[in-house]
Nanobody, 124 residues
Framework: VQLQASGGGLVHAGGSLRLSCAASGRTVYNSAMAWFRQAPGKEREFVSAIREMNGATRYADSVKGRFTISRDNTRNTVDLQMNSLKPEDTAVYYC??????????????????WGQGTLVTVSS
């Protein structure tokens, strides 16, 4: 599966952005999908994931209540709605996919397909 992330940009603290990950080669409905991010000078970290078929979701504690992951089966995309953004959310955001859900959904090593990343910058 090929993934294409988009929607990044510059936003003030407290603002919102919506990222989108377009998939080709497999439906997002039948894929476990996730968002990770990498801030400057830091390791890539888990943000959110959505399970294939039943659509169960998981979030990192740092974004819980502010970010929402969703799936659009018509567009074959997985979106990340980011509200109440903070400067510490500044990072390159990557979408990732695997064939099926894993209990280690937060581990980037579990994902075999990655998008190219989209930069989110939150100014204070």
């Amino acid at each position: 599966v090929q993934l294409q992330a988009s929607g990044g940009g510059l936003v003030h603290a407290g603002g919102s952005l919506r990222l989108s990950c377009a998939a080709s080669g497999r439906t997002v409905y039948n894929s476990a999908m996730a968002w990770f991010r990498q801030a400057p000078g830091k390791e890539r970290e888990f943000v959110s994931a959505i399970r294939e078929m039943n659509g169960a979701t998981r979030y990192a504690d740092s974004v819980k209540g502010r970010f929402t992951i969703s799936r659009d089966n018509t567009r074959n995309t997985v979106d990340l709605q980011m509200n109440s953004l903070k400067p510490e959310d500044t990072a390159v955001y990557y979408c990732a996919a695997r064939s099926y859900w894993t209990v280690a959904y937060y581990d980037q090593g579990q994902y075999s397909n990655w998008g190219q990343g989209t930069l989110v910058t939150v100014s204070s």
